[in-house]
Nanobody
């Protein structure tokens, strides 16, 4: 299984970005996946995830970010709206199959004030 994340970049506060993560090699489709982020000097934290039909969001992104998937394209998305400088981080996509977690390479999101 390989994950390829993209879509990061530099955006002004209040702006939007959409991250994409293409999952290749999944045996049973994308059932459980998510996005995490890691800011400089901080631990990696969960941003949003789904497992089957259940979706969960960190409190700090509720109402601003939306996670979704396109099974036909084997892609997981993270739509990020109303970005703030506190959202600046490297964003990592995560895919779980069985007991194994797979990680993408990370995509940098920088939000300027």
């Amino acid at each position: 299984v390989q994950l390829q994340a993209s879509g990061g970049g530099l955006v002004q506060a209040g702006g939007s970005l959409r991250l994409s993560c293409v999952v290749s090699g999944a045996r049973f489709g994308i059932v459980t996946a998510g996005w995490f982020r890691q800011a400089p000097g901080k631990q990696r934290e969960l941003v949003a995830s789904f497992s089957g039909g259940q979706t969960d969001y960190a409190e700090f992104v509720k109402g601003r970010f939306t996670i979704s998937r396109d099974n036909a394209q084997n892609t997981v998305y993270l739509q990020m709206n109303n970005l703030t400088p506190e959202d600046t981080a490297v964003y990592y996509c995560n895919f779980r199959e069985g007991w194994t977690n797979y990680w993408g390479q990370g995509t940098l999101v920088t939000v300027s004030s």
